[in-house]
């Protein structure tokens, strides 16, 4: 395989060059000139842009020796807290990665494994790959190859598969259906159960769960993985071991306090949620409990009452502790008691005025510790104020 890295970036001088320029302008840089006759600008703002996206996304990577690739591998690659949270309790005999990218899923993952095949048909991210893992003492079997390509000719099996299929087509649209991506998950979820009973794949957090679950054979588990509140992904745990009627779903917002919160998908369908006016305390449920669906289940696993059948919002009189979610305690207030110039973190749910409607009606802005939580109840539209 020849390679597509030039050495030349790797030197001590341009090195130092780079780091010296994190904090520059990439836009005014590039139209400096090359200090170095065998490294273009182009190659010296790549690195710089990939140290800074590691800095927050991956800082293990920030040592000597790391090449970074292009920047929409930046993007696509998964961030360094996802990828330990995945590779939690996984180990085994051999790993197989079908979709290795920047191979930062791949480094976690395959981390408890005696043996390593990451495949990526993309030569020089495969070779920037490579020349990483020597760099941080890791091996692996690469393959430079088509994933479809791979699993007709392979006959090895393999403890666990793990992929990410491209969620983008060749317009870089982006595409939500099992059979819109690249690989076809439908199409190939036979052959990969013939050489491996644990595979996990990594989907948009916009999928939807009910489709997922009529579509993929096995499902044990599904995770949505939240980052600071933001749910960056949807995790599916298939497992040909046993036989699934239940799967359960587990909601995890990392970078944060919140704990984890777990249930099994269909007990959904058979809970039902209470309803009442605001009490003491207003909970909101993180952005990964949302996007599991489990609006009952909340209500009923913490005994708390739903203020809306579309609001998601719950009350209780007494505080509830380790709830999944921010905890307010809250009074009501009228519109009159709001004062021009005043600071809020404004929320607005199942209410008709987006946030920056409501400051311009009410002429208050973004700031301070109180919360204005603009909402409705069974009786009708209600503005919280949260007690400091």
């Excluded at 330990?84 to 791949?106: H, P, Q, V, W």
């Excluded at 479809?148 to 649209?173: G, T, V």
Aim: aromatic share 8%; net charge neutral; proline share 4%.
């Amino acid at each position: 395989m020849k390679t597509g890295i030039n050495p030349s970036i790797l030197t001590e001088e341009t090195q130092n060059y780079i780091n010296a320029n994190l904090t520059a302008d990439l836009h005014s840089l590039l139209l400096k000139k090359s200090p170095f006759p065998d490294v273009s600008m182009h190659e010296i703002a790549q690195q710089i842009k990939g140290k800074k996206v590691a800095q927050k996304k991956f800082p293990f990577l920030l040592r000597d020796g790391i090449i970074f690739p292009p920047n929409l591998n930046l993007e696509q690659a998964s961030s360094q807290s996802t990828a330990e949270f995945k590779a939690k309790n996984l180990k085994g005999k051999n790993f197989l990665d079908l979709t290795s990218g920047f191979g930062i899923d791949a480094y976690f993952l395959s981390q408890n494994f005696d043996q390593v095949t990451l495949v990526e048909q993309n030569t020089e991210l495969l070779e920037t790959v490579k020349h990483n893992w020597n760099v941080l003492g890791r091996k692996a079997h690469l393959i430079n190859e088509n994933l479809e390509d791979f699993l007709q000719r392979n006959s090895q099996k393999f403890h666990l598969i793990y992929l990410d299929p491209a969620r983008r087509d060749a317009q870089k649209n982006k595409k939500f259906l099992l059979e819109d991506l690249s690989p076809n998950l439908l199409e190939i979820q036979e052959k990969l159960g013939e050489i491996s009973d644990e595979i996990i794949i990594k989907l948009s957090p916009l999928i939807d769960i009910s489709y997922l679950l009529s579509v993929v054979k096995n499902v044990s588990k599904i995770e949505i993985i939240a980052v600071k509140n933001e749910v960056k992904e949807l995790l599916v745990c298939i497992s040909r071991k046993n036989s699934h009627t239940d799967t359960e779903i587990k909601c995890v917002n990392l970078e944060s306090t919140d704990p984890d919160f777990v249930f099994v998908f269909n007990d959904e369908k058979n809970a039902v949620a209470e309803y009442s006016d605001p009490q003491n305390f207003l909970y909101i449920p993180n952005n990964a409990v949302l996007k599991s669906g489990a609006f009952n289940t909340v209500a009923k696993n913490f005994k708390l009452l739903k203020l809306h059948a579309n609001t998601h919002f719950y009350t209780s009189d007494e505080v509830i502790e380790d709830f999944p979610g921010r905890v307010l305690e809250v009074d009501v207030t009228e519109p009159k008691q709001i004062l021009k110039g005043e600071k809020f973190n404004i929320i607005s749910k199942n209410y008709p005025l987006s946030p920056d409607e409501i400051k311009k009606k009410y002429k208050i802005s973004d700031g301070g510790k109180t919360y204005l939580i603009f909402t409705q109840t069974q009786k009708g539209r209600i503005i919280l104020r949260s007690v400091e």
